[in-house]
Nanobody
Framework: QLQLVESRGGLVQPGGSLRLSCTASGFTLNNNYAVGWFRQAPGKEREGVLCISSTQSLNYVDSVKGRFTISRDNAKNTVYLQMNNLKPEDTAVYYC????????????????????WGQGTQVTVSL
């Protein structure tokens, strides 16, 4: 069974940091895959936050530039989302997603760009 599993999120104070991981099982999540992180706040549409292409190019939504970054550890079959200087408006359920897309320099930021999804993990930024 092909799965992506996100690590547990949690409660973080404004200005704090949190790293989420996304680990694949049943397939090798290597550089042939584009990987995206999405989030969905209550009452809002799921939005793309940032992604990494199979050629390691990054794409960000403006609201997280300079604060969030994404990285791979192919040996661990894992992709990470590092979130710094968190704000209350970052509160959401976060999802990772992957797509087999070798040699493609641009990664997508739309839900339909990805075929594999994790189950989501709650991140709450509050005092």
């Amino acid at each position: 069974q092909l799965q992506l599993v996100e690590s547990r999120g949690g409660l973080v104070q404004p200005g704090g940091s949190l790293r989420l991981s996304c680990t694949a099982s049943g397939f090798t999540l290597n550089n042939n895959y584009a990987v995206g992180w999405f989030r969905q706040a209550p009452g809002k549409e799921r939005e793309g936050v940032l992604c990494i292409s199979s050629t390691q190019s990054l794409n960000y939504v403006d609201s997280v530039k300079g604060r969030f970054t994404i990285s791979r550890d192919n040996a661990k079959n894992t992709v990470y989302l590092q979130m710094n200087n968190l704000k209350p408006e970052d509160t959401a359920v976060y999802y990772c997603a992957a797509r087999w897309n070798p040699g493609t320099p641009i990664c997508g930021m739309r839900r339909n760009d990805y075929g594999y999804w994790g189950q989501g993990t709650q991140v709450t930024v509050s005092l």
